[in-house]
């Protein structure tokens, strides 16, 4: 089954705790503390598979996570850190977070990326020996991993992207282009899946073609199948549009041709500007001055126009030809770009509370929504850091802070941060 679309919650490890412990030995007095710091979260990595050409494993399994590290040991030992997950998608997967559909990854390449990064181990209490502190009976907690739900689309990576009303031809024409082997049959949406073909030009030279299912007036909109398949289309480096010559289903080949573009158009505006080339299919069903007409009116709308008899290999050598060489001349397979998520989302949570506990004088403030704003925001610059700021006032955390009666210069500890207080 064609699985093009999938929605999964991942969560990585959380990093272990930090080891309250002290350094216990014969003849030693006063060994002092030892505690180790906990091990780091394993984190959840999404590592292309190219023996995968579906998301149909995600139907089954919708949650993910990373082993949590371990606790800090005695004698300054680090606990161990947990394993990775690691999520293996086809190639041409995208990435995006669930609520904002910010995209975070277009899984074309070959690296890995990690969506969501372990927690940090902990701090061992032998981080917080002074002077004046010198038996700190307290340790950090490890930071949480990072938690999303988010959602995987399939854009097939295809050089090229066969058009067309049902029953025009596509599935015949990249079965005699390609080793592709489509069902092909005399009724509308015999293709209900993309269908990829590989067609070799000789030694060097070979270009994937994708024969796009389901594409009629009202596709844009959710009309037949080409709802579910246009997303396909979009990284194409150019689109062959297929139209029957003779307009033998009962259409007209020329509102086939503009029916079809204007769905394009409407689907993503970027699409209309593709470089296309137009090919009358079916020209054994055509008479000459239906073709002279077709060609007319293509050429004079500014496309290259192509006539062949697919099933007899009539004409698709020429179009073949013509692809390869407009091929040469474009840009590689689109890849689409990252987005940040926006702080705003983790901010709208913050009703979810938070945790302000006090050691001798230093004060830890645990809150998962604060750790995913904490994680994007960029300390070192002034607007960012205002940001934060404003963020532990109007949640609420300063004000805890004072109840809890934190004085200027103590120590304020949020998960990797921090800072002194200044009142």
């Not at 995006?96 to 372990?118: H, N, T, V």
């Not at 509308?188 to 993309?194: A, D, E, Q």
């Not at 004060?363 to 994680?375: D, H, Q, S």
């Not at 004000?399 to 009666?405: H, I, N, S, V």
Request: proline share 4%; glycine share 12%; charged share 30%.
């Amino acid at each position: 089954m064609f699985i093009d679309k999938a929605t999964i919650k991942i969560k990585a490890g959380d990093g272990g705790d930090g080891a309250v412990t002290f350094h216990r030995e014969k003849y030693v007095a006063s060994g002092g503390p030892d505690g180790g710091d906990g091990g780091k979260g394993g984190s959840v990595v999404f590592s292309v598979d190219d023996n995968l050409s579906t998301l149909a494993d995600f139907r089954y399994k919708r949650k993910y996570r990373a082993e949590d590290g371990k606790k800090g040991e005695t004698g300054h030992r680090t606990g161990k850190s947990g394993s990775d997950m690691i999520i293996r998608v086809p190639r041409g997967t995208v990435i995006r977070e669930s609520e904002s559909g910010a995209l975070i990854a277009d899984m074309s390449g070959s690296e890995p990326f990690i969506a969501a990064k372990g927690g940090r181990g902990g701090w061992g209490n032998k981080h917080f020996a002074t002077p004046t502190r010198q038996t700190p009976r307290f340790a950090k907690s490890g930071t949480p991993g990072e938690e999303w739900e988010v959602r995987l689309e399939l854009k097939l990576l295809a050089d090229v992207g066969l058009l067309g009303f049902p029953n025009v031809g596509k599935s015949t024409f990249i079965s005699v282009v390609s080793e592709a082997r489509p069902i092909i049959a005399d009724y509308h949406f015999t293709t209900i899946v993309p269908v990829l073909g590989v067609v070799y030009m000789g030694e060097g030279g070979s270009f994937v073609m994708a024969d796009i299912p389901g594409l009629i007036e009202g596709a844009s909109e959710g009309v037949g199948l080409g709802h579910e398949f246009l997303r396909h289309v979009e990284r194409c480096r150019m689109l062959v549009h297929i139209l029957d010559a003779g307009g033998s289903e009962g259409r007209d080949p020329v509102s086939d041709f503009e029916k079809l573009n204007a769905e394009l158009e409407r689907w993503d505006a970027e699409l209309a500007l593709r470089p296309q080339i137009v090919v009358a299919n079916k020209i054994d069903l055509a008479s000459d001055d239906q073709l002279e007409r077709l060609r007319a009116y293509i050429e004079g709308k500014g496309y290259d126009f192509y006539a062949m008899c697919a099933p007899i290999t009539e004409g698709t050598r020429e179009v073949i030809n013509a692809v390869a060489a407009k091929l040469r001349d474009l840009p590689p397979i689109r890849r689409f770009s990252e987005e940040e998520i926006p702080l705003a989302l983790f901010e709208q949570k913050k009703n979810t509370g938070f945790t302000v506990t006090a050691r001798d004088d230093v004060y830890f403030v645990e809150a998962e929504w604060l750790l995913k704003i904490l994680r994007r925001t960029d300390l070192d610059d002034y607007e960012s850091l205002q940001y934060f700021q404003r963020v532990l006032q109007s949640s609420g955390i300063i004000d805890a802070l004072r109840e809890k009666g934190i004085n200027e210069g103590d120590t304020v500890s949020i998960y990797d941060l921090e800072f002194e207080f200044v009142n």
